[in-house]
């Protein structure tokens, strides 16, 4: 399946004129329009959204600014929450949540299934680090990890609203379909379903294929090494379950006739451990770092 699109690079290093701004503004202003019909998301399940995260929380907007990234090719927006309770990961009083776009003078960037965070309201929200700001933290499935929580006004009772799109990609599950009203229920049962989903064992079922390149290698003796990889792309091999880009895969090798063998045993999923079973047949030399291939568990 197709992961979450990011948003492209639309702006150039440098000092421009006036006039290129203008005229970039405007190509830019094309380009948005071809990106955003392009924009698609794997539908994800909340047993998926958790184990994906590394941070489960709730929280409220504290306040919210544009501007441009590190490498001035991107306006980004930056969220900052303050936490109001922590399920899952060791979460910080506050978190800053980074996503693509946002308006900076008269420069409106637009990408279709970012969360539009309203100012002081509450959110139960599914993140995990922004790889290219450790310090910040991105929604995980874009507008699908971010769940608003609001007072039923006749009942008083706290609830939470899911996030709804049409830009998923591939068919409804089963059952299912993408609604173009939020459905709601009670933020405790809310709560507990996710609770739930943080102990509940990943089970990574067999034949599922892992594309991985392979970090470390170090020998444990004759004819045996210790193998570390890590995963190449996200992996979705059924609906509860999801195997994020960067998961670490651990295995060993031992050598016999000549040829190698490669034992994977686990992944590593946002610090929990799901336990494989996969071998590979390998000729002449031991593998080594940076080498890519792809293992199929039994």
Do not use: C
Request: net charge positive; hydrophobic share 40%; no cysteine.
């Amino acid at each position: 399946m197709k992961a979450p699109t990011r948003s492209p690079g639309i702006f150039r290093r440098g000092t421009q004129s006036a006039f290129s701004l203008a005229a970039l503004a405007l190509g830019s202003a094309l380009l948005l329009s071809v990106s955003a019909s392009a924009t698609s998301l794997v539908q994800l399940s909340l047993q998926q959204l958790t184990q994906a995260a590394s941070n489960v929380l709730q929280g409220h907007v504290v306040s919210q600014v544009s501007e441009w990234n590190a490498s001035h090719t991107e306006i980004v927006t930056l969220t900052t929450i303050a936490v109001d309770a922590n399920t899952k990961g060791n979460t910080p009083s506050t978190v800053v949540v980074e996503q693509p776009g946002g308006t900076i003078g008269h420069f409106r960037v637009y990408v279709p299934g970012t969360v539009h965070f309203f100012p002081q309201s509450r959110y139960v929200l599914f993140l995990e680090h922004a790889p290219a700001a450790p310090a910040h933290y991105r929604v995980v499935g874009m507008m699908q990890g971010a769940y608003r929580i609001y007072r039923d006004q006749r009942t008083g009772q706290e609830r939470v609203m899911t996030p709804v799109g049409h830009f998923f990609y591939g068919q409804p599950r089963a059952g299912g379909h993408v609604s173009a009203q939020p459905e709601t229920m009670p933020l405790q049962e809310f709560q507990q379903k996710v609770s739930s989903a943080v102990t509940k064992p990943i089970v990574i079922p067999s034949g599922t294929a892992i594309p991985i390149v392979i970090r470390s290698v170090s020998f444990d003796g004759v004819g045996r090494i210790e193998l570390e990889a890590a995963t190449t792309q996200d992996v979705y091999p059924n609906t509860q379950t999801v195997i994020p880009a960067g998961s670490l895969v651990d295995g060993w090798g031992s050598k016999s006739a000549g040829r190698w063998t490669l034992h994977w045993t686990a992944v590593s999923i946002r610090g929990r451990e799901a336990p494989i079973t996969a071998t590979r047949k390998v000729s002449g030399e031991i593998p080594s770092q940076g080498e890519r291939m792809t293992v199929m568990t039994r």
